[in-house]
């Protein structure tokens, strides 16, 4: 029980297990591993997938020689332990060049070579089947407004985007793009905080079917925003393309930690909107293990965030079969079909009779929800005493 398997989709990037644990005050504890290695590592724990920025696999200053090695060593260990790579994206934050920005820079030399880069990411990509491609912009962003480029930096993310669905089309590639918001860091403050500023702009590229959003746990965690209801509005708009799993305590520092280890509720709540809704996509972890850990603490992490995803799925079924539960839900959800026939769509006869309805508004003002009851059954179920 709670075993991975491919058939759950669960991937992991490069650059989490990846993660040497450096932080802005204290240097690597564990020494880099390699691309090949990981693979070997993450399927024998049971994960179906491995992501990666373009160089995650090929460093920056690689010869074409040592790529054309690295991309050999790659394939061959995901031929041998049939891992796939469902998702890839660019490292547009790394290089000082970014420092104000990659697709929204005021530079017109550093917006463009953003494009170039993103090119040959999406490249790469492709030549290992990803199917999905991220967006996160992490420098796209301020610290403070001084530039004054705000407005100006929306039509520069657009042009960028449609340039790149462009050539995605022309190469055939048949990406899906999938935009991540993050309200800041490394930024002070970044464009597209949120899964809803994220959809608001999507409405308006040249190719909104093809872009949709990656959310993170940890990211609206941050700034104190549910992300069950970010994921839930993705759902709706038909947008949750890619999903980034991990854990963070609220008002922190970006945190990564492992999925489920802080915020139980919200990691229920989350992983039942995924399961509920049908959501196919791969349960992607971005989260490395704590900056304590060698080696071994690094795979307890990546057992436990699947593990606990497993569990979590478990519970659910667990909720969703609950007769206590259940009944208790039915009596939340009131139905009046007659009045739901009335609201569901505008007539002028539907809104005359509206209009002539009288309620009950003592009655219905005076019960309460009955929330305490379901939440506290939810709990029992979470805590393992149902
Ligand atoms: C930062 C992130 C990023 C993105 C990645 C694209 C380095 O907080 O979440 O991880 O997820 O760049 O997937
Ligand atoms: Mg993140
Ligand atoms: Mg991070
Ligand atoms: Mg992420």
């Not at 920025?53 to 690689?62: E, F, Q, R, S």
């Not at 309200?183 to 608001?200: H, S, W």
């Amino acid at each position: 029980q709670y075993q991975p398997k491919p058939e759950h989709k669960f991937t992991f990037g490069l650059w989490t297990v990846g993660n040497p644990g450096s932080d802005p005050f204290g240097s690597a504890v564990r020494e880099t591993i390699s691309a090949p290695y990981i693979v070997e590592k993450l399927a024998e724990l049971g994960a179906w997938g491995v992501n990666f920025h373009d160089n995650d696999l090929i460093p920056a200053d690689a010869t074409p020689e040592q790529e054309r090695q690295i991309k050999k060593d790659f394939r061959a260990a995901l031929d041998a332990t049939g891992l796939v790579v469902p998702m890839a994206t660019t490292n547009l934050f790394k290089d000082p060049i970014f420092r104000d920005g990659a697709f929204t820079s005021a530079d017109a030399r550093v917006r463009a070579y953003a494009i170039q880069k993103t090119m040959k990411a999406m490249d790469l990509g492709a030549e290992f089947g990803a199917e999905t491609y991220v967006f996160w912009g992490g420098r796209e962003g301020t610290e403070v407004d001084a530039g004054s480029r705000t407005l100006d930096a929306m039509a520069w993310f657009r042009e960028a985007l449609n340039f790149l669905a462009e050539y995605n089309i022309s190469q055939g590639y048949n990406y899906k793009f999938a935009l991540e918001p993050k309200p800041n860091e490394p930024r002070g403050d970044i464009f597209l905080p949120t899964v809803g500023a994220a959809l608001g702009f999507i409405a308006t590229l040249d190719h909104p079917e093809m872009v949709g959003v990656n959310p993170e746990f940890a990211h609206d965690t941050m700034a104190g925003l549910s992300f069950p209801h970010a994921i839930a509005q993705a759902i709706d708009a038909g947008k949750l393309f890619h999903v980034d799993l991990n854990d963070q305590k609220m008002g922190r520092f970006d945190q990564d930690l492992r999925f489920g280890s802080e915020n139980y509720k919200s990691a229920f709540y989350t992983v039942k909107l995924l399961e509920d809704s049908g959501y196919q996509g791969p349960r992607h972890f971005d989260a490395h293990a704590l900056r304590t850990e060698d080696y071994d603490g690094v795979w307890e992490f990546a057992r436990g965030c699947m593990r606990t995803y497993l569990i979590l799925k478990d519970k659910v079924e667990q909720y969703n079969a609950d007769e206590e539960i259940q009944a208790a839900l039915a009596e939340y959800f009131v139905k009046d079909e007659a009045l739901s026939g009335l609201t569901a769509r505008f007539s002028p006869e539907n809104a005359q009779k509206l209009k002539d309805t009288s309620f009950d508004l003592d009655g219905i003002r005076s019960k309460g929800r009955g929330l305490e009851k379901i939440d506290q059954l939810t709990a029992e179920v979470l805590l393992g005493v149902r």
